[in-house]
């Protein structure tokens, strides 16, 4: 046998050696992440999107029936896009407050909550008040939004106003650009760790009825 094939052959048997050795839970961590790795079409939905001229971050264009508030149509530019909330809080709600709308505004006031208390009225870099449609609300000393709490038992976060949460946290980490009336073009926001996570829902014409549309017809 040639030197170069026993030495390969040695390796293998070296890598199954110390994969079989090692505990259930690494094993598991190892094949999830290859497998992970294998069946998100990523490359192909990139190359599929430039030869559209849509960019990285679009996921579909959407077009829907306003009385039955259902999709009509819907073209998919990210096939495979996964996800799953994993209530880390880094990467949106640690961010500083979101923004809000007078909508969302309204909402949390109509619960009893006084926005003297929850919005940030600073003023901005030309020195003019902010006005509530274009507010965001207040964050803690740590940039983490007001209304953040953490649940140390389970070590995960949570909104303490999970059911008036604004808009754009429903939301995340999707968001939509406006591109006629009745169709928006659908994107997610690369900054969040439950993108792409191989126990997560496939983002699919079914998630986006169920998750997403009723908040994009209210944000409209
Ligand atoms: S939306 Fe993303 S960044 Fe925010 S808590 Fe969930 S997984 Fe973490
Ligand atoms: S309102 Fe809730 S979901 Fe939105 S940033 Fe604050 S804690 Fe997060």
């Known amino acids: 046998m040639p030197p170069f094939i026993s030495s390969l052959q040695s390796r293998i048997n070296m890598f199954f050696d110390s994969f079989f050795g090692l505990t259930h839970r690494f094993k598991i961590l190892i094949l999830s992440g290859v497998s992970e790795a294998l069946t998100i079409p990523r490359w192909f939905s990139i190359c599929f999107k430039k030869d559209l001229g849509a960019g990285d971050e679009n996921i579909a264009r959407i077009t829907w029936d306003s009385e039955k508030r ?11 896009l996964r996800f799953k909330c994993k209530r880390c809080a880094v990467l949106c709600c ?21 926005d ?3 919005l940030d ?10 006005s509530i449609k274009e507010g965001v609300l207040k964050q803690k000393m740590d940039g983490s939004c007001i209304f953040l709490q953490y649940d140390g038992r389970n070590k995960l976060y949570k909104c303490g106003v999970y059911d008036l949460r ?6 995340y980490p999707f968001e939509f650009e406006v591109l006629e009336p009745k169709t928006v073009m659908l994107k997610f926001i690369p900054c969040c ?6 126990s997560g829902a496939l983002v699919d014409k079914k998630f986006i009825e169920e998750h997403l549309l009723e908040s994009i017809l209210k944000s409209l």
Do not use: W
């Open 70 to 80: 259902q999709i009509t149509n819907i073209v998919f530019f990210e096939e495979g």
């Open 94 to 114: 640690k961010l500083g407050g979101p923004k809000v709308s007078e909508k969302d505004v309204e909402r949390l006031k109509e619960a009893g909550y006084k």
């Open 116 to 118: 003297m208390d929850f």
């Open 121 to 130: 009225t600073a003023i901005d870099k030309e020195v003019k008040p902010r």
């Open 166 to 171: 604004p808009a754009s946290c429903r939301l």
């Open 193 to 198: 760790n439950g993108l792409n996570t191989h």
